[in-house]
């Protein structure tokens, strides 16, 4: 069995933590069993390793999240990135392109396609199974997840099933976010919401996919992604599909978007280098930045601050900060790299245009900045802590602390991190901007 | 006539803006006629020159102050510097000697020593002017500003005049401190509440002096400052003087001290980069970082943040903070120095005791650091704006934009700004404190 985890998400309502590169399932707020602390996309991956589903884990992504994925969740999945941001249809077509013609996956095998982020318990992951095994047993073309309705809400679709007691039901019909009345009668008819997990087989797919588009290699499906149709996977398939079945799962499922909902989820009311005074009621305090936070007197109260800035809302409040958010939103503050982690400590610019940009960088034990120039920028590395390789034009030496270099626009330089390295890197130049780089090969020849 | 200002306190109440090196009354808060931000003290000195009251001012205060005074002030008061904190007899007794034997003020000059932050009306420099007056013409040895109260307070000293309708009364006898029944009865006599501002004639204040300490020189004096005993103006001078009149003085009086009082003052709810959204109702939110702070669905609640730290409290709770600020305190992230201003963008401890902090220092057109060595840490400087002279073991070199020097411990520095100069400083060593200093004299011979 293949597992297809859909991330995508700019996750602009839980700003300041989350932003166009760190959506909301990357962010390190839930408590896993252990006591450390995981993101929503950790969690839903020691569960599926708990629950035994499968080690076949592939994550269809954006090139914005590449990164973060291989730092979060090591080399232990496959990434497929899509060229482009289209809709969930050519995303899981993607995704199957590279089952069938990467890892050349059989057409029976069985696929299941989930969201990365749900909140949810140990009875989700038995479901996804018995998804697995109604696929298997050729109970329906498509299998799909349906979540028992606390409440006829009019954000879900939802899932009419024939009316019967099997664990397998089939699907009459589906209702695309009807009003509440509406909502009200489904819930009459046994209804269910669509969860947004299908389970199909391979060929099933392919056979789909043929129709749009058909190619010899993974390759070039990737190079000739946007001749798939900017359509929802229900639209295209789950509505179209002839047989249909569904199987309920009834539990905690939870969307934790909003701070309002995020909050319910943690474990302490303060997060970080946090001091609560002992007047807070109800009150969620999380800090990413060095400098202390101190709460008193609040009620109700959502408290964030990262490098990209400070939210403080009533927790009522915190759904509509979506409508604030793109006027604050500047350049990255904070990002995880495959090879590691940098933040901006400074970003200024001067009357005339001059910029200067001061950066903490830390690369993880082995692992390397591309050997790469700029071409409006100058950079001085002083490195603190750990140590490395530093190559400039061709040149390597041994860096650590205390070492200072110097690398001015147009030079080419990399550097790799034998121990967990940290550096402050002061860019300045007319021109600040990730985009300013430009990659070369290197053979670091087995260093 | 001749002003002291007295300038003192820690002013952790309005944490994270005030600290150690910068008290409340140097905050840049309030807005100014001219619709620029003002400090307590800029507006302090602002009403005395516009009420014509004198240009002779000389604020006492104590060392960690020193620079931030010329900073906001200019070189336009004469500053005099306690050797070490004693009480407000010792440090008026200071100011008086400078007077003396350092300004040769006469003995029958006229002396008014105020605080020098509290938030009032013109009326109440036209009291001081009548308090002057009272002095000259021999009124009373000693002559105070009585504030009309307008509730019967414990917190504040009460002055109770014979009765009378003169505009300058006798005072009959002074309360400290009463309680609440106690200063109704006050009220009924007519009592003042005590407004800490003294006026006297030089050679009055010297006769008293003299008991405890007589020198030749200022120099002296300062030197010998210990000798003076630890003790109030208001006990040794006020309550022990034969003849004391009071001025009474009805208007605004506010010690902005704390958030509560401070926001009630402030021009506009939103100060800095701040995004408030529709739902706030008597929010007030100061933010002194570079990234920006938004606040939706507040009631009645202060945020303010600065590089020590940030705070989110209801006002109701923010006269409290004090005893969670111990706590709180770290290191000056940020300080006014006599030359410009540093913020400390990131502090780091590795965990074997190697720090690295990075600062943004920007020195004022014509300013100079002096010429230092440190022993225990190296400094990289990376000048992002301006043009600076630098000094590296008696080497001078011209810098700007681009360049970078690499300082390392036990070798002799300086930098000169020629015009406004920016730089980005890494130090990195084992012990990372601004007292690692020891400073030599250089010969900048005009330039």
Known sequence: MQLILLSGG??????PLSNNARSKQFLPLLEAPDGTMESMVQRVIRQVREAGLTSNITIATNASQHDIIVNQLGETVNIVTEPERRDTFPAIALATAYLTKKMNCPADEVVVVMPCDPYTETAYFRAISKMTEAVAGDKADLVLMGITPTYPSAKYGYVV??????????????????????????????????????????????????????TDTFEEFHARYSELPKISFDYEVAEKAQSVAVIPYTGKWKDLGTWNTLTEELSKNGIGN????????????????????FCDGLKDVVVASSPDGILVCAKSASENIKTYVDKLSTRPMYEERRWGTYQVLDDTTFNDGYKALTKTITLNPGKN?????????????????GEGLFVLDGEVCKVGRGDVVHIQKEHLHAVKALTKLTFIEVQSGDLLVEEDIERFPYDWGGR
């Not at 700019?10 to 700003?15: Q, V």
């Not at 900045?369 to 802590?385: A, G, L, M, N």
Request: with cysteine; net charge negative; aromatic share 10%.
């Open 10 to 15: 700019s996750g602009k309502r839980l700003w």
């Open 161 to 214: 099933p024939e009316t019967g007691s099997a664990e397998v039901l089939q699907v009459k019909r589906f209702t695309e976010k009807p009003d509440v009345a509406t909502a009200e009668k489904l819930l009459q008819e046994n209804a269910l919401w669509n969860g947004g997990v299908f389970g199909f087989k391979l060929g099933y797919m392919c056979r789909i996919i043929d129709q749009y588009l058909q």
């Open 274 to 293: 946090v001091i609560l005074g002992d007047k807070n009621e109800n009150t969620h305090v999380i800090n990413e930045l060095g400098i202390p936070v």
């Open 369 to 385: 900045i591309s050997y790469q120039i700029h071409h409006h920028r100058d950079e001085v590395w002083t490195f603190i802590d």
